[in-house]
């Protein structure tokens, strides 16, 4: 496997306080870890590079960095979501805290440990497709666990521009609403039937 290669498993991150750190993976490796326990230490580091594959902006994201793609498709998941990552490198930890954007104000950070299981479930997984380059090969476990069915369809959608885009994805699921997210971006032709 070469710096190509993510793999996430079933049995992701849970809410906690701080997060590890860990250059050898998310430097050295490219990864974010097989679990996406370095995800936050990712985000933290290069979330001001553009994603490399420019289909996979956000519409409504304000540039091709990957922090504000992240916030845009989040926020199809939890409206309004903002994501705040920070290397505390006195303690060798990174913190990860959600806001919400209500109107014209921004709420107070939360932790991930007061916000839904799902949220930070699923940020491993859009991550992992918003940084991928073409030629690459992810593999994901249940990217539609622990969240709603809306959001479930988004991740399918997002999972079939990264796969019209060079990424080679094997997606193991038992969501018929990941598979309609496809189907969707199917019909809309975002991706044809015989790529999928």
């Given at each position: 496997?070469?710096?190509?290669?993510?793999?996430?498993?079933?049995?992701?991150?849970?809410?906690?306080?701080?997060?590890?750190?860990?250059?050898?993976?998310?430097?050295?490796?490219?990864?974010?870890?097989?679990?996406?326990?370095?995800?936050?230490?990712?985000?933290?580091?290069?979330?001001?590079?553009?994603?490399?594959?420019?289909?996979?902006?956000?519409?409504?994201?304000?540039?091709?960095?990957?922090?504000?793609?992240?916030?845009?498709?989040?926020?199809?998941?939890?409206?309004?979501?903002?994501?705040?990552?920070?290397?505390?490198?006195?303690?060798n930890v990174v913190s990860l805290n959600y806001a919400f954007q209500q109107g014209t104000e921004m709420t107070?950070?939360?932790?991930?440990?007061?916000?839904?299981?799902?949220?930070?479930?699923?940020?491993?997984?859009?991550?992992?497709?918003?940084?991928?380059?073409?030629?690459?090969?992810?593999?994901?476990?249940?990217?539609?666990?622990?969240?709603?069915?809306?959001?479930?369809?988004?991740?399918?959608?997002?999972?079939?521009?990264?796969a019209e885009n060079g990424v080679q994805l094997f997606i193991e699921t038992h969501s018929d609403h990941f598979?309609?997210?496809?189907?969707?971006?199917?019909?809309?032709?975002?991706?044809?039937?015989?790529?999928?």
């Open positions: 496997f070469t710096k190509q290669f993510q793999y996430l498993s079933a049995d992701r991150i849970s809410p906690q306080a701080s997060y590890e750190v860990s250059d050898y993976y998310i430097r050295d490796l490219n990864s974010l870890g097989n679990h996406g326990e370095y995800t936050a230490h990712y985000i933290a580091e290069y979330g001001l590079t553009q994603l490399p594959i420019k289909a996979l902006k956000h519409p409504d994201a304000p540039s091709l960095s990957l922090l504000d793609n992240i916030d845009k498709w989040m926020s199809e998941i939890s409206p309004g979501i903002r994501i705040h990552a920070e290397l505390q490198p006195a303690m107070a950070d939360f932790k991930p440990q007061n916000v839904g299981f799902g949220l930070t479930f699923v940020l491993p997984v859009l991550t992992t497709i918003l940084r991928a380059k073409p030629g690459d090969l992810v593999i994901i476990e249940n990217p539609e666990a622990h969240l709603h069915p809306a959001g479930q369809s988004v991740i399918g959608r997002l999972c079939s521009i990264a598979l309609n997210g496809v189907r969707v971006a199917i019909r809309e032709k975002v991706i044809p039937a015989q790529e999928v």
